[in-house]
């Protein structure tokens, strides 16, 4: 079982910068993927980004270029650096984590945090 709690959301204005953390606990994830999932009101839970347990990285073409992925196995934990931020890009943000491959589908991970909110005004 992995437990799974994101931090770092808030309000920033269009073009800021915001770093998301995603820490672990409950067990190592050094043999997970994890990814970064973003949920507007009224949408369906959509992919941002996605790192294997090797490092590769993944990125849904709306953030590509402007957001980067990363992970520290030895501190069980992963981040996502946004930069260049939009109106957009408002959404809850879901640190989540599967074993395997990495996946751009949500329902193919096996935990989740409760999100946090960014939003970016204009």
């Known amino acids: 079982q992995v437990l799974l709690v994101e931090s770092g959301g808030g309000l920033v204005q269009a073009g800021g910068s915001l770093r998301l953390s995603c820490a672990a606990s409950?067990?190592?994830?050094?043999?997970?993927?994890m990814g970064w999932f973003r949920q507007a009101p009224g949408k369906e839970r959509e992919f941002v980004a996605a790192?294997?347990?090797?490092?590769?990285?993944y990125y849904a073409d709306s953030v590509n270029g402007r957001f980067t992925i990363s992970r520290d196995n030895a501190k069980n934990a992963m981040y996502l650096q946004m930069n260049s931020l939009k109106p957009a890009d408002t959404a809850v943000y879901y640190c989540?984590?599967?074993?395997?491959?990495?996946?751009?589908?949500?329902?193919?991970?096996?935990?989740w945090g409760q999100g946090t909110q960014v939003t970016v005004s204009s």
């Open positions: 409950g067990r190592t994830f050094r043999r997970y993927a």
């Open positions: 989540s984590a599967r074993r395997g491959d990495s996946s751009r589908q949500p329902g193919e991970y096996d935990y």
């Open positions: 790192i294997s347990w090797s490092s590769s990285t």
